[in-house]
């Protein structure tokens, strides 16, 4: 009996051993795609993920390139041999507002005096100066007079349509929301800017006056906007964080090739955003962000740029993954390729289709052998791009749509630095302030306007009571 227990107590020594043994393989396995995943992440930089190149640090290049960035160059300072000089072209003689003439006073060959006669191949040299670049202070009175009969003294009445109710006109205001709300210069540095170059004092509060002013002269003109990017036939969308006194907010654009749009909203949720998007017309170039799903997937354009990140990615890691990421950059490269070819007019629309037609097939497959491998971190992601298969290649067959959202992301790169340097804003107002003036100031540069002329008109009209100028010319819908 005493055999059986020895035997029955080694087999249960043995049991909890296995068991110990299969627990310590488990954890290995686990630590070993913890660290791997850990290993990663600590490479992800701009170039392998989503990060901006901004969070790669000092040193950038030499790690993600592997070459000495800060190597001496063999060749000269200034413009290359060869290289096409550019100069500043005079302006059209309609355009100059005072001439100065020189003739010669005596005759090289004879020293005959000379008559001052015009010369149509005149040697012009041109230089722009400011003038009278100064303050114009108007004073409006009002006056009183008594009348001879009852001896009643009259005053004039106030007409808030003729007297202004701001001590600062139109034009000067739209200087101030060019500087605070465009060029994104602090309200403290903007008065003491405006005091060096006119002489005018103000106070930081006066400042934040007439950015509300000139907000609510622009709301009808960020409402047009809206109204046009809605009806685009081609629109880019892309978010990012925005802060409200240490909140988190969502920060939007939705932009054309004519017109850009921003939105600040609660948060980046689909309900929150579907509304923000009108009717669902056109083509939508965007990421990959489930968000997005409410838009028909025939009707968009997957970014390819992010795809490009995916698959480095992909590539610097050992085994399948990294042959998987390898093959699909070469896909990728030729499909750029091609792109730019089409671009530059070496390819027409209908040989881009043919050059796209293989390396869609291909790539398409790579995906499928990808996502039928198991393979932890690489399969998931091909199937989800393979769900949007119907969103790779609209770039291909669709005119005005590019492959990549950098549109959009260019668009916001802006507002990403204002959040920055002022970490959000701290109101309702301050909020629309923000998206009214980058609207109407990004979309004015697509329409060749110039900001402050725009903004001095649309402030004029409102304190006048006539209609917001219009900033968009009816042509197109793109």
């Not at 881009?352 to 932890?376: N, T």
Request: with cysteine.
């Amino acid at each position: 009996m005493a055999g059986e227990g020895e035997q029955k107590s080694a087999e249960e020594r043995i049991a909890a051993l296995e068991t110990a043994l299969a627990r310590r393989d488990e954890l290995i396995v686990a630590l070993q795609k913890q660290v791997m995943a850990l290993t990663e992440r600590l490479a992800q930089n701009s170039s392998n993920s989503h990060l901006p190149p901004s969070s790669d640090g000092p040193g950038a290049g030499t790690r993600l390139t592997g070459r000495r960035t800060n190597t001496k160059s063999k060749r000269k300072r200034s413009g290359q041999k060869g290289h096409k000089g550019a100069k500043r072209e005079l302006v059209d003689v309609s355009g100059v507002d005072e001439v100065v003439d020189f003739f010669p006073e005596a005759c090289h060959g004879c020293a005959a005096e000379l008559p001052h006669t015009h010369d149509p191949e005149t040697r012009r040299y041109q230089q722009v100066e400011l003038i009278d670049y100064g303050p114009w202070l108007t004073e409006y009175r009002r006056h009183a007079a008594v009348c001879s009969g009852c001896g009643t003294r009259t005053l004039a009445e106030y007409d808030p349509t003729k007297i202004p109710s701001s001590a600062f006109g139109p034009r000067l205001t739209s200087v101030v929301v060019l500087l605070t709300g465009v060029y994104h210069i602090s309200r403290f540095r903007t008065t003491q800017l405006i005091a060096d170059l006119f002489g005018i004092s103000m106070s930081v509060g006066a400042v934040s006056a007439m950015e509300a002013r000139c907000s609510k002269a622009l709301e009808p003109v960020h409402e047009e906007v809206k109204r046009v990017v809605e009806h685009a036939a081609v629109k880019y969308a892309d978010a990012t964080t925005w802060l409200r006194e240490g909140s988190m907010k969502s920060l939007w654009t939705i932009c054309s090739s004519r017109v850009t749009l921003y939105e600040i909203l609660e948060d980046g949720a689909r309900k929150t955003i579907v509304p923000r998007f009108g009717a669902f017309i056109g083509i939508l170039v965007s990421d990959r962000a489930s968000v997005f799903g409410f838009w028909a997937m025939k009707m968009r354009q997957i970014c390819f740029a992010h795809r490009i990140r995916k698959f480095v990615a992909f590539s610097e890691r050992d085994g399948p993954a990294g042959e998987f990421g390898t093959e699909l950059l070469e896909c990728t490269g030729l499909v750029f390729e091609y792109w730019h070819a089409f671009k530059s007019g070496v390819f027409s629309r209908a040989q881009l289709i043919e050059k796209m037609k293989p390396v869609q097939r291909h790539f398409e497959a790579v995906l499928e052998r990808a996502d039928k491998s198991g393979v932890e971190r690489v399969s998931g992601s091909c199937a989800n791009m393979l769900a949007h298969r119907d969103a790779l290649w609209n770039f291909v067959t669709h005119e005005g749509v590019d492959p990549t959202n950098n549109h959009a992301e260019r668009e916001l790169r802006p507002l990403v630095l204002w959040r920055r340097r002022s970490f959000g804003s701290k109101s309702d107002r301050g909020e629309r302030f923000v998206v009214r003036v980058m609207t109407v100031a990004h979309t004015a540069r697509k329409q060749g306007k110039a900001i402050l002329n725009f903004f001095e008109q649309a402030i004029g009209a409102m304190l006048e009571g006539r209609p917001a100028p219009r900033l968009i010319d009816a042509v197109g819908t793109t």
